[in-house]
């Protein structure tokens, strides 16, 4: 059995070559015929860095969330169970799909949406919206296009929680995914919001990875 990220890494490729680069999400979770286990980058848990600002935060009054690229929808359920109204979308109809197969008593309401052409009731709509991993696997101008996109959704007063990867500047430029580096983070602070939070630390893993975990807030 070949690796399973080179592979990912393959298929990525063969649709940024065919001018479609954001294509690839669709077949990969296809490819995974509802098979979570398939899925090899997806822990099976919430980001405990998330639960831990929950905690911190305490149970939301009715607040309305959002999760780009929710992937296969631990984070949502877990803003859910903080109390969050949550929205959960996905470009991959499969993935959406192995979302409702996972949680099919879930009160989140998982969607198929494009980040660059969200509905526009979306738009300044959500006081929470959740980012975590999604930039990193977007290349060029999309990587600042989705960051715009992701500012665009809070609401006045609103907060932005991502959670990503890191790297150095000029490190890592042919790696895929990509990490974040300082910069392209603070472009959150270029659309406009507030530095609440930023913590820069490693992982678990072995070797350790690097890691950001930020909290962004619009003036209201």
Same mark, same amino acid.
């Given at each position: 059995?070949?690796?399973?990220?080179?592979?990912?890494?393959?298929?990525?490729?063969?649709?940024?070559?065919?001018?479609?680069?954001?294509?690839?999400?669709?077949?990969?979770?296809?490819?995974?015929?509802?098979?979570?286990?398939?899925?090899?980058?997806?822990? /099976?848990?919430?980001?405990?860095? +998330?639960?831990?600002?929950?905690? $911190?935060?305490?149970? #939301?009054? !009715?607040? %309305?969330?959002?999760?780009?690229?929710?992937?296969?929808?631990?984070?949502?359920?877990?803003?859910?169970?903080y109390?969050?109204?949550?929205?959960?979308?996905?470009?991959?109809?499969?993935?959406?799909?192995?979302?409702?197969?996972?949680y099919?008593?879930s009160?989140?309401?998982?969607?198929?949406?494009d980040?660059f052409?969200?509905?526009?009731?979306?738009?300044?709509?959500?006081?929470?919206?959740?980012?975590?991993?999604?930039?990193?696997?977007?290349?060029?101008?999309?990587?600042?296009?989705? /960051?715009?996109?992701?500012?665009? +959704?809070?609401?006045?007063?609103? $907060?932005?929680?991502v #959670?990503? !990867?890191? %790297?150095?500047?000029?490190?890592?430029?042919?790696?895929?995914?990509?990490?974040?580096?300082?910069?392209?983070?603070?472009?959150?602070?270029?659309?406009?919001?507030?530095?609440?939070?930023?913590?820069?630390?490693?992982?678990?893993?072995?070797?350790?990875?690097?890691?950001?975990?930020?909290?962004?807030?619009?003036?209201?």
């Amino acid at each position: 059995m070949g690796n399973p990220k080179s592979a990912t890494q393959r298929l990525a490729r063969e649709y940024a070559d065919q001018g479609d680069p954001n294509g690839w999400f669709e077949e990969f979770y296809a490819r995974a015929g509802g098979d979570i286990g398939k899925v090899y980058w997806a822990d /099976l848990k919430p980001n405990p860095w +998330l639960l831990d600002w929950l905690k $911190e935060r305490g149970a #939301s009054d !009715r607040m %309305r969330a959002i999760t780009i690229g929710c992937g296969l929808g631990d984070d949502a359920e877990a803003l859910s169970r903080y109390g969050y109204r949550v929205t959960a979308f996905d470009i991959s109809p499969s993935a959406i799909a192995m979302c409702r197969q996972r949680y099919p008593a879930s009160t989140v309401d998982y969607r198929v949406a494009d980040l660059f052409n969200p509905p526009s009731a979306w738009l300044r709509g959500f006081d929470l919206v959740y980012e975590c991993n999604t930039i990193q696997i977007l290349a060029g101008l999309s990587r600042v296009q989705a /960051l715009a996109a992701i500012s665009d +959704l809070a609401a006045p007063g609103g $907060e932005i929680v991502v #959670s990503c !990867r890191s %790297r150095n500047a000029g490190e890592q430029l042919d790696s895929f995914p990509l990490a974040l580096d300082r910069d392209e983070i603070d472009g959150f602070l270029r659309a406009g919001l507030t530095e609440i939070r930023f913590v820069a630390y490693d992982d678990d893993q072995e070797p350790p990875v690097p890691h950001f975990f930020a909290v962004y807030r619009r003036h209201a």
